[in-house]
């Protein structure tokens, strides 16, 4: 059975930057789009940025100009770059991806998250 790993989430100073990182649990499978989502307490989980299978990407407004998605196939990992955080990115994040195994068909799957904190 094949997971999402995601690393990178902590406790940062609004202002300051994290990096979160997305990988595939096997290198047999490959990560094809992928996208980030967070969810803060109470409120409704948002998607926060996308990157499709041909580097295409897509980011809430939120996220627009201090979020950076990307991917580096040859490590099979996807990342979401975050600077000048704000005490409202305090979220969940959580990344999900359509998956390609060697032989069969592609599937999407959910990891488990990193929490990231900003404090004021």
């Known amino acids: 059975q094949v997971q999402l790993v995601e690393s990178g989430g902590g406790l940062v100073q609004a202002g300051g930057s994290l990096r979160l990182s997305c990988a595939a649990s096997?290198?047999?499978?490959?990560?094809?789009?992928a996208n980030w989502h967070r969810q803060a307490p109470g409120k409704q989980r948002e998607l926060v940025a996308a990157?499709?299978?041909?580097?295409?990407?897509n980011y809430a407004d939120s996220a627009k100009g201090r979020f950076t998605i990307s991917r580096d196939d040859a490590k099979n990992t996807v990342y979401l770059q975050m600077n000048d955080l704000k005490p409202d990115d305090t979220a969940l994040y959580s990344c999900?991806?359509?998956?390609?195994?060697?032989?069969?068909?592609?599937?999407?799957?959910w990891g488990q998250g990193t929490q990231v904190t900003v404090s004021s």
């Open positions: 096997r290198s047999t499978f490959n990560i094809r789009a």
């Open positions: 990157i499709s299978r041909f580097g295409t990407t």
């Open positions: 999900h991806a359509v998956l390609a195994p060697a032989l069969g068909r592609t599937f999407d799957v």
